[in-house]
T-cell receptor, first 114, second 111 residues
Framework: GDSVTQMEGPVTLSEEAFLTINCTYT??????LFWYVQYPGEGLQLLLK?????DKGSNKGFEATYRKETTSFHLEKGSVQVSDSAVYFC?????????????FGTGTRLTVIP | DGGITQSPKYLFRKEGQNVTLSCEQN?????MYWYRQDPGQGLRLIYY???????QKGDIAEGYSVSREKKESFPLTVTSAQKNPTAFYLC??????????FGPGTRLTVT
């Protein structure tokens, strides 16, 4: 079935370090892919998205490329800041009528230390 | 200001009581969702509604009920049948590109 597998955390990095959070997916159709971020005590916010193969989503210095050949959508940032500390969720949506086909990963907690 | 409101932010109830969590949106989105989040875990889908007067069970609907009488509102009732109701509850809508828009959440504690 359709699913998302996300790198387990927690991840702890020093400020200005390079970040990669891995996300791979299994999908029967052609999904749209998303990264969401959740700051402590808040709801999730959309960070970036990609709707077709080879699309690159980017926002706030974060990037992820929709790789159909490796079924991946890894999140990257070149230089993390303390304010990036949060939980990051990978998600996919399959377009299908009459059913909910939205799947979230289990989340990866990132802590950035000064 | 467009968005999703959930109230209250913190809610305390005694075991055996039903409690209703509010979710209101002014984004004019058709689809709305309720999720449950437990500490250190991902989101689990409770119920969703793709249109007014229609809703579907998610993965963990037992012990919960919903209604969708208006496009703007999708309240969730946590009944006494829910065995472990203490959790963080998130309401969301879905935009035209399948993006989810989340409310700030309600933290329910049942003792």
């Amino acid at each position: 079935g359709d699913s998302v597998t996300q790198m387990e955390g927690p991840v702890t990095l020093s400020e200005e370090a390079f970040l990669t959070i891995n996300c791979t997916y299994t999908a029967t159709g052609y999904p749209s892919l998303f990264w969401y971020v959740q700051y402590p005590g808040e709801g999730l916010q959309l960070l970036l998205k990609a709707t077709k193969a080879d699309d690159k989503g980017s926002n706030k210095g974060f990037e992820a490329t929709y790789r159909k050949e490796t079924t991946s959508f890894h999140l990257e940032k070149g230089s993390v800041q303390v304010s990036d500390s949060a939980v990051y969720f990978c998600a996919l949506k399959i377009e299908k009528t009459g059913a909910n086909n939205l799947f979230f990963g289990t989340g990866t907690r990132l802590t950035v230390i000064p | 200001d467009g968005g999703i409101t959930q109230s209250p932010k913190y809610l305390f109830r005694k075991e055996g009581q039903n409690v209703t969590l509010s979710c209101e949106q002014n984004l004019n989105h058709d689809a709305m969702y309720w999720y449950r989040q437990d500490p250190g875990q991902g989101l689990r889908l409770i119920y969703y509604s793709q249109i007014v007067n229609d809703f579907q069970k998610g993965d963990i609907a037992e012990g919960y009920s919903v209604s969708r009488e208006k496009k703007e509102s999708f309240p969730l009732t946590v009944t006494s049948a829910q065995k472990n109701p203490t959790a963080f509850y998130l309401c969301a809508t879905e935009g035209q590109d399948y993006e989810q828009y989340f409310g700030p959440g309600t933290r329910l504690t049942v003792t």
